[in-house]
């Protein structure tokens, strides 16, 4: 599976950016499609998964309330909405395609994302 992040840039604290990842190649191996991100100094870290049948979603607690992730199953995207951004959100983020037991199996490029105090 190949993931085409984008969406990314520098943002002032309390703005909104969405963030895009396409996928193509073997989309049926996809079970669910998650973002992850990676601040600097620190270990890689959930932030939203949604499955592509039933359309559940997950949010790790740092983001309940300000992001939302949605899917278009016929453009093959995950969409990741993010508002009320904080600097502590400054990382890159990258979307992964998750397996049957919602375990990452292929990762995207990765996009930056700044918030700005």
């Known amino acids: 599976v190949q993931l085409q992040a984008s969406g990314g840039g520098l943002v002032q604290a309390g703005g909104s950016l969405r963030l895009s990842c396409a996928a193509s190649?073997?989309?049926?191996?996809?079970?669910?499609t998650g973002w992850f991100r990676e601040a600097p100094g620190k270990e890689r870290e959930f932030v939203a998964a949604?499955?592509?049948?039933?359309?559940?979603?997950h949010y790790a607690d740092s983001v309940k309330g300000r992001f939302t992730i949605s899917r278009d199953n016929a453009k093959n995207t995950v969409y990741l909405q993010m508002n009320s951004l904080k600097p502590e959100d400054t990382a890159v983020y990258y979307c992964?395609?998750?397996?049957?037991?919602?375990?990452?199996?292929?990762w995207g490029q990765g996009t930056q994302v700044t918030v700005s105090s």
């Open positions: 992964a395609a998750l397996g049957s037991s919602w375990s990452p199996f292929d």
């Open positions: 949604i499955d592509w049948s039933g359309g559940s979603t």
């Open positions: 190649g073997s989309i049926s191996r996809i079970n669910a």
